[in-house]
């Protein structure tokens, strides 16, 4: 894994002319999640817009949690993968009011003979309760594997909750970068306890922040909000 990680390292600062490996990792641990929970809300902001005005409100408003992805990285040269770094918050369905994020990551890897590099925003809108349990199984592998069904919406598809019957998770995406499509089946997604502490100052576990209404680090007060915006 930690190959792999470094090959689309590599391969992203070649292509995108990214500069050099050092420097890249200045910041502090916590400059990092707040930087994280920044992007987090320019991405679901910038995402109430994919496609057709109001095609993710829907899901939304009836979601339990939310796993957001503001820069989801796809690299292929001989070795493919894709990274990116995230938040996953969870909602009070009786109040309707957003909890706190806890930090994940998603990773997925292949083989192939592609080069090229896509980087995408992800918003996974989380609507069962199955979905959520799954997601909070640390490492668990997004698909038929974890049991649950995963709809990807995309151009053309009505912002309707009933396109999504039967589904678990819907995910959003918007891409940009030379690989054509994007999919999550097999990636896996991890928690980041650390992280969670670090940002909120106390040990709180990803289920904790994503299940019950706990205090949290007001500095995502406005994550919580644009997601409120829905």
Known sequence: ????????LIVAMVVLGLGTLAGTRQASALTEQEELVQRATIAVTSLKNFNDVGVIRPYIK?????????????AGFIV?????????????????????????????????????VDESEIMMVVLTEKGMNA?????????????????????????STTTAVGAD?????????????????GAVLSQDQAANTVYHGKAYSTKQLVTTDVRGN????????ALGGY
Do not use: C
């Open 218 to 225: 007001r500095g995502a007060d406005g994550l919580r909000s």
């Open 169 to 185: 998770v819907v995910t959003f995406a918007r891409s940009k970068g030379l690989f054509a499509g994007l999919s999550i089946e």
């Open 135 to 159: 997601l909070l199984h640390n490492g668990v592998k997004l698909g038929a594997e974890a049991g649950i069904a995963i709809l990807t919406i995309g151009a053309g598809r009505e912002g």
């Open 62 to 74: 009836g979601a339990r949690a939310v796993v957001i992805i503001p820069s989801f990285v796809k």
């Open 1 to 8: 894994m930690r190959q792999m990680r470094l090959v689309l």
């Open 80 to 116: 493919g993968g894709a990274h990116g770094e995230g938040v996953i918050i969870g909602r009070n369905t009786k109040t309707g009011a957003w909890r706190y994020p806890a930090f994940i990551s998603l990773t997925e890897g292949s083989l192939g003979l592609q080069i090229g």
